[in-house]
Nanobody, 128 residues
């Protein structure tokens, strides 16, 4: 499995910005799709955004569309999530994930069970 390490979480006021990064130990077919999920205590992990690495096709949850931008740096094997106009409801632990997904429908991309590698998570807290 690919090893993933997130960084960049923290505390920010509503309306502010944060940038999350995820470093991958390697790039293989098992990580052709990489993405971000988030989770609140006692809630299911929910899809935020994903990218098909080789095609640079991006996907977003409706709740973050227009505010978050996912990108990848092929040379550095790094995934990023730029989060702007943050809201208190964006507060969660954010997880980087990678999966060997070959069906690029939004439903498949957003299903957390299709991701086999996960980072340890990074806390994002947005104060009102």
């Amino acid at each position: 499995q690919v090893q993933l390490v997130e960084s960049g979480g923290g505390l920010v006021q509503a309306g502010g910005s944060l940038r999350l990064s995820c470093a991958a130990s390697e790039r293989t077919s098992s990580s052709n799709v990489m993405g971000w999920f988030r989770q609140l205590p006692k809630k299911e992990r929910e899809f935020v955004s994903a990218i098909v690495w080789s095609l640079n096709i991006t996907y977003y949850a409706d709740s973050v569309k227009g505010r978050f931008t996912i990108s990848r740096d092929n040379a550095k094997k790094t995934l990023s999530l730029q989060m702007n106009s943050l809201k208190p409801e964006d507060t969660a632990v954010y997880y980087c994930a990678a999966g060997p997904i070959t069906n690029y429908t939004p439903r498949t991309i957003s299903e957390r069970l299709n991701y086999h590698s996960w980072g340890q998570g990074t806390q994002v807290t947005v104060s009102s």
